[in-house]
T-cell receptor, first 114, second 110 residues
């Protein structure tokens, strides 16, 4: 089955450091989502891309978070500086097909900020 | 914004028991999803439904549109079913308007 690749799987960092997560969605899929999932909660949308363009980043804390998808393929989510409250699972997903809510998720990147 | 509530939040049961997880939402939807998240973190889609009932192996999902309620049932539960089960609703526009519940943490003991 098609896969969404993410790295790293785990990241431990100290507060005020910079961290970056990478996602390679399903080949040819224009739409890409980054979600944040705090322990015990459901995923919350951070940013949505359509090709290289940001469609929705209303929930992205733009003072410290940034996301890009320069060539409309893989994407990077960056946090600088990291804060204790950023500890969470960061999930990347792309739709099974256009105009469907059924998503393929990556394995996620678990961030721990000390 | 749609409010999605799941119950119970945590559930521990013995192998072989019949499991029911509930999901309710506040606003009309175009579709509802049940997802499974194993301890490693990855999420997989189990069902997408907009009416009636769907069955896949030992899993059954039902939805009542009028009552804004869905249930996920597991028959003959097994320890490998231990996971977090997440309900998510679409309010139109595919995954753009997806709202997730907090999940139900299920543990099946041998």
């Amino acid at each position: 089955e098609a896969e969404v690749a993410q790295s790293p799987r785990y990241k431990i960092t100290e507060k005020s450091q910079a961290v970056a997560f990478w996602c390679d969605p399903i080949s040819g899929h224009a739409t890409l989502y980054w979600y944040r999932q705090i322990l015990g909660q459901g995923p919350e949308l951070l940013v949505q891309f359509q090709d290289e363009s940001v469609v929705d980043d209303s929930q992205l804390p733009k003072d410290r978070f940034s996301a890009e998808r320069l060539k409309g393929v893989d994407s990077t989510l960056k946090i600088q500086p990291a804060e204790l409250g950023d500890s969470a699972m960061y999930l990347c997903a792309s739709p099974r097909a256009e105009n469907t809510g059924e998503l393929f998720f990556g394995e996620g990147s678990r961030l721990t900020v000390l | 914004k749609n409010e999605v509530e799941q119950s119970p939040q945590n559930l521990t049961a013995q192998e072989g028991e019949f499991i029911t997880i509930n999901c309710s939402y506040s606003v009309g939807i175009s579709a509802l999803h049940w997802l499974q998240q194993h301890p490693g973190g990855g999420i997989v889609s189990l069902f997408m439904l907009s009416s009636g009932k769907k069955k896949h192996g030992r899993l059954i999902a039902t939805i009542n549109i009028q009552e804004k309620h869905s249930s996920l049932h597991i028959t003959a539960s097994h320890p490998r079913d231990s996971a977090v089960y997440i309900c998510a609703v679409e309010s139109g526009g595919g995954a753009d308007g997806l709202t997730f519940g907090k999940g139900t943490h299920l543990i099946i003991q041998p």
